[in-house]
């Protein structure tokens, strides 16, 4: 796989990731809360293997965190039973996802 088929695995899965992490934030209250962070924490085991895969510079990283900002969206959209302060949680989560992936733009 080549490092744009990499970065968009990567992307793809860490969306999903912080879908259902945000999912389980906003619907804290809901039987499946507790399914959906556990979700999250799988998907996002999965995502740190793919970043493995690649050697990530500051160009990369940039793209990242903007592919992953517009699929996170878009998933967001498709989850019309989330409350709309879903919306709310994307910047923070893609920051301490990126973070802990060691993905994080510095400023």
């Not at 695995?9 to 959906?36: D, P």
């Not at 085991?45 to 969206?73: C, F, H, P, S, V």
């Given at each position: ?48 293997k ?37 919306y ?20």
């Amino acid at each position: 796989m080549n490092k744009k088929q990499v970065l968009d695995e990567l992307t793809t899965m860490l969306a999903l990731s912080l879908r259902h992490k945000i999912g389980s934030i906003v619907n804290k209250n809901e039987i499946y809360a507790e399914r959906y962070a556990k979700d999250s924490e799988i998907l996002f085991n999965q995502a740190e293997k793919i970043k493995e895969q690649g050697n990530w510079n500051y160009r990369d990283k940039l793209e990242i965190k903007q592919e992953l900002t517009k699929k996170l969206r878009k998933e967001l959209e498709k989850k019309d039973f989330l409350p709309d302060e879903k919306y709310n949680y994307i910047d923070s989560e893609i920051e301490k996802a990126l973070k802990i992936l060691g993905l994080c733009v510095e400023s």
